[in-house]
């Protein structure tokens, strides 16, 4: 079991709610005031589950400053009260910044029982596959 400082369970509940607000803001046609928590929510938690210095580190790195402009211009675009814009901005720059990841999270699923059949059916396989390929990891 991984144990986790009381700032970081924090950073947990804090990430939960962002992603939480952001879904159900997306839901009820783009409602900017639970986008924009969500945001600040998704954000704050980051920081709190690794760390200022770290996130700080990992959101303005040399060869990630595209994918940052974008997520947080989208973040800004959101909280100013244009949230189909900033959403779409957000969302480019959330794959830019994260797609080092996907390939792990797609073995990852890959490996569990219902959801690794569901991949592999021939719609979906090509996508994941595009998808788990990336070349450059974090």
């Known amino acids: 079991m991984i144990s986790l400082t009381d700032s970081q369970k924090i950073g947990m509940g804090l990430t939960g709610f962002g992603v939480f607000f952001l879904f159900f803001g997306m839901i009820l046609f783009f409602d900017k005031a639970l986008l924009a928590i969500g945001n600040i929510l998704f954000v704050a938690g980051l920081s709190f589950v690794i760390g200022l210095e770290r996130t700080f580190r990992f959101f ?7 994918a940052t402009s974008f997520f947080l211009g989208g973040v800004f675009v959101v909280l100013i009260g244009w949230p189909m814009v900033g959403m779409v901005l957000e969302i480019y720059g959330f794959f830019l910044l994260f797609r080092g990841f996907f390939p792990v999270a797609v073995g990852f699923i890959r490996r569990i029982p219902i959801l690794g ?3 592999n059916l021939p719609g ?15």
Not at 60 to 66: A, E, G, L, S
């Open 60 to 66: 303005f790195q040399k060869h990630k400053v595209k």
């Open 117 to 119: 059949s569901l991949l």
């Open 124 to 138: 979906i396989s090509g996508f994941v596959d595009k998808v788990g390929e990336s070349s450059n990891m974090v």
